[in-house]
């Protein structure tokens, strides 16, 4: 049997680490649950196109992580996802969209219950995957949280349910004992995209530090250009480290040496609770609290009360949500938050790690067994 992942994962410009490790990540569960035998290649969506596949044909099935349904007034991205999946239409190869993901900002419940999706991507998602009720066609559409899932359904598409992010799995940590630091050696911190609030996470950064008594490492998981240039002059890197993991989630190892996560990048916090490692999100969009909404996750949104008090009328980042987005720094109430969730033993952590074995057994598991 021979699978092709899709993966969003940009070789050029920003190389997220975030993105590296879903396709890395259903790389493994693939084969912890089909086995060894299974040919699997890996084309990123974002830099190759349909030509570029020698044989699409060979494949048994075209799995299509983190894909993201369109809203209404953006433009399918990737920009080839769409010819990839028309060309797969055409040869009957079924598709599987696993964990796909909104990118609303700011993501609200309420959002996702309301806003329309791009007509041109939601007429190929039902003709790929069937509408709401007429059931399944060609293939079987996840999403990585509950709101996309309430979009997708909204909007007349069939969804399979809610199997979470494919990176929140490794089958070596799952069902195993919870890794809850009673004292805080070293915490990391990861940056906003915005860079905008920059500054406000050294600040957070130094209120860590001496909250905790311990060292904060400042992570920064993809950025266009060199990585040095990035970093305001004043910051003092004495006081706070900076490690930069652009390129292969490979990097993200590094974490292993951190006993735990208060920051802004989804995919950090995601990897610290795969290896059952407590984590604090401060959202920036719909993907985070999206998040957040369906694991109970510890964390809090992070766009400007103006932005979700006006939610139901965001639709597209248009230059005045922009400018919404940067009037109003992120809050500071994640130390005492995390301190909180600490004194007490970390029950939303538990429960969060809790939720992701459920979702493995009952969800995301089954779901891979369905790949012919």
Avoid at 30 to 42: F, H, N, P, S, T
Avoid at 357 to 362: A, C, E, G, Q, R
Wanted: aromatic share 8%; net charge neutral.
């Amino acid at each position: 049997m021979a699978y092709l992942i899709l993966s969003t994962y940009p070789g050029k410009g920003s190389r997220n680490s975030g993105d590296h490790l879903i396709s890395k990540s259903l790389k493994d569960l693939l084969i912890a649950v089909k086995g060894k035998q299974i040919d699997i290649d890996i084309y990123s969506v974002v830099d190759h196109e349909v030509k570029d596949v020698p044989d699409l044909s060979k494949y048994t099935a075209i799995l299509s992580p983190a894909m993201r349904p369109t809203l209404e007034g953006d433009v399918i991205a990737p920009k080839n996802r769409y010819a990839f999946l028309k060309e797969a239409e055409k040869r009957s190869i079924p598709v599987f969209a696993i964990g796909a993901g909104w990118g609303a900002y700011p993501g609200t419940i309420k959002q996702s219950t309301s806003l329309k999706m791009n007509s041109e991507d939601r007429e190929q998602l039902i003709s790929i995957f069937g509408e709401t009720s007429h059931g399944n066609k060609r293939g079987v559409i996840s999403a990585r949280d509950i709101t996309t899932e309430n979009l997708l359904h909204y909007n007349g598409v069939q969804c399979y349910g809610t199997t979470g992010d494919c990176a929140l799995f490794d089958t070596d940590c799952l069902m195993t004992r919870h890794n809850l630091p009673r004292k805080m050696d070293n915490i990391a911190l990861s940056l906003p995209h915005n860079k905008d609030h920059w500054d406000m996470s050294y600040s957070l950064a130094l209120q860590l530090k001496q909250a905790f008594n311990c060292e904060v490492f400042m992570t920064l998981h993809g950025y266009r250009g060199s990585f040095g240039k990035h970093i305001p002059p004043h910051w003092d890197q004495t006081q706070v480290n900076i490690k930069e993991f652009a390129g292969s989630s490979e990097k993200f190892d590094f974490y292993h040496h951190m006993d735990a996560h208060i920051g802004f990048r989804l995919h950090a916090h995601i990897w610290f609770l795969r290896t059952r490692k407590p984590s604090l999100l401060i959202a920036e969009d719909g993907r985070g609290l999206g998040h957040l909404a369906t694991l109970n996750g510890l964390g809090y949104a992070a766009p400007s009360t103006n932005s979700l008090n006006k939610a139901d009328q965001l639709i597209t980042l248009s230059a005045d949500v922009i400018a919404d987005m940067r009037k109003e720094q992120p809050s500071f109430k994640a130390v005492e938050m995390f301190k909180q969730e600490m004194m007490q033993g970390y029950p939303v952590t538990s429960h969060s790690l809790n939720l992701i074995d459920k979702l493995w057994l009952t969800k995301m598991k089954p779901l891979l067994e369905q790949i012919p």
